[in-house]
């Protein structure tokens, strides 16, 4: 379990990115729900949480690749496969992400900067 930030400081419609190995981001959709899937996009090295977030889904910033963040399975060309999702909590104000059994080598996140 991973600390993230509290949720306060995670506005609705935001993402914040970890710089774990490898990064992971979290969403908050415009309706507060918390999602986080690995960050860089399955098409080309790009970051997700610098992409434009509607619903439950993400656009890629640099092919407009998109993704849904509860299954990470992309939902348009040019991305074809998903990216990995990781479960999130969140305890006494506090957001967690959970990654994937054996997804993250060094579990020691520096938060960098929210998007849209």
Do not use: K, N
């Not at 969403?27 to 970051?47: K, M, N, P, V, W």
């Amino acid at each position: 379990m991973i600390p993230v930030c509290h949720l306060d400081d995670l506005p609705e419609g935001e993402a914040v990115r970890l710089s774990t190995q490898p990064p992971i981001a979290i969403f908050r959709t415009e309706g507060g729900a918390l999602y986080a899937i690995d960050d860089t996009c399955s098409h080309q090295d790009a970051s997700l949480s610098e992409g434009w977030l509607e619903d439950c889904r993400v656009e890629c910033p640099l092919h407009a690749a998109s993704f849904d963040l509860r299954t990470g399975q992309p939902t348009c060309l040019p991305a074809r496969r998903p990216v990995r999702t990781h479960l999130v909590t969140v305890d006494d104000g506090v957001v967690h992400v959970h990654p994937a059994p054996g997804s993250v080598q060094a579990a020691e996140p520096t938060q960098e900067g929210t998007a849209a």
